[in-house]
T-cell receptor, first 112, second 114 residues
């Protein structure tokens, strides 16, 4: 897991509720990423940020929002617009321009 | 579209045997490849990488082979141990509109029988 932490480990969401997943890294990495993983499948990119105060949509950004106010932090909000939020969410980071991404331990989101 | 895929969804091996996990890629612009190991309920862990100007790279008990002619990647694990049981992902890396894009395959589950 390196220097990337995610919290909480498990998160429960009620209908119509927004929830925020935390991701923090102390690796001094410029770039950070959010992925969604569904059972038996690979990772799909939700959002990424290459630098503070800037972020871009990935392949499945609808129903999600992010912010990047600090280099160390890249929180992900799962909004009520995301109709199928149950999944394992993974945060990653990399050096600016570098290829290898390092992952956090993940947050499992469940819907009540 | 361009994609990364795996030939075998599940691989079962005996402890002590060698394991070979295969991966096909289709993006000819990919110039860097990574293998990750993901244990149940955890995030992917970097195992080994290889650049497109190489054919082979060795780590501790692991070897990655790259065949650019047929766009094939493999991960070899020597003397497989129970702790190697996990899902293994290959990922291809390429430049996409000014950023490094990483595309993952769906994964192969390695089961090590004692």
């Amino acid at each position: 897991d390196g220097g990337i932490t995610q919290s909480p480990k498990y998160l429960f969401r009620k209908e119509g509720q927004n929830v925020t997943l935390s991701c923090e890294q102390n690796l001094n990495h410029d770039a950070m990423y959010w992925y969604r993983q569904d059972p038996g499948q690979g990772l799909r990119l939700i959002y990424y940020s290459q630098i503070v105060n800037d972020f871009q949509k990935g392949d499945i950004a609808e129903g999600y929002s992010v912010s990047r106010e600090k280099k160390e932090s890249f929180p992900l909000t799962v909004t009520s617009a995301q109709k199928n939020p149950t999944a394992f969410y993974l945060c990653a980071s990399s050096m600016g321009g570098a290829e290898t991404q390092y992952f956090g331990p993940g947050t499992r989101l469940l819907v009540l | 579209g361009e994609s990364v895929g795996l030939h075998l969804p599940t691989l079962s091996v005996q402890e002590g045997d060698n394991s070979i996990i295969n991966c096909a890629y289709s993006n000819s612009a990919s110039d860097y490849f990574i293998w990750y190991k993901q244990e149940s309920g955890k995030g992917p862990q970097f195992i080994i990488d290889i650049r497109s100007n190489m054919d082979k790279r060795q780590g501790q008990r692991v070897t990655v082979l790259l065949n650019k002619t047929v766009k094939h990647l493999s991960l070899q694990i020597a003397a497989t141990q129970p702790g190697d049981s996990a899902v293994y992902f290959c990922a291809e890396n390429f430049m996409d509109t000014g950023r490094r894009a990483l595309t993952f395959g769906s994964g192969t589950r390695l089961q090590v029988q004692p």
